[in-house]
């Protein structure tokens, strides 16, 4: 769901993503998107989202990167507001 919770931790893990990045954490999804989460559990909830559905997957030391399919759902969302 566009401007909830899970979709806007791919948008860090987006972002975190970038090369020279290190990827996302739940300590910096808990730091950048304190309106969104209330406590590292829910982080953990929705990065499980992001997990089943292959959108993000797992890097070192548990942090975590966008996967194309990813990248596919940020676009497809995005193409959905557009198209109203």
Same mark, same amino acid.
């Given at each position: 769901? +566009? ?36 406590? +590292? ?21 548990? +942090? ?14 995005? +193409? ?5």
């Amino acid at each position: 769901k +566009r401007e909830g919770a899970t979709h806007s931790l791919l948008c860090l893990v987006q972002v975190m993503s970038r090369p020279g990045e290190p990827g996302c954490s739940v300590d910096d999804a808990l730091h950048i998107l304190g309106g969104k989460f209330s406590s +590292r559990t829910k982080v953990e909830r929705s990065a499980e989202v992001l997990f089943k559905n292959k959108y993000a997957e797992k890097g070192a030391e548990d +942090r975590w990167l966008i996967t194309n399919e990813g990248h596919e759902a940020l676009l497809i969302a995005t +193409r959905n507001v557009l198209k109203g």
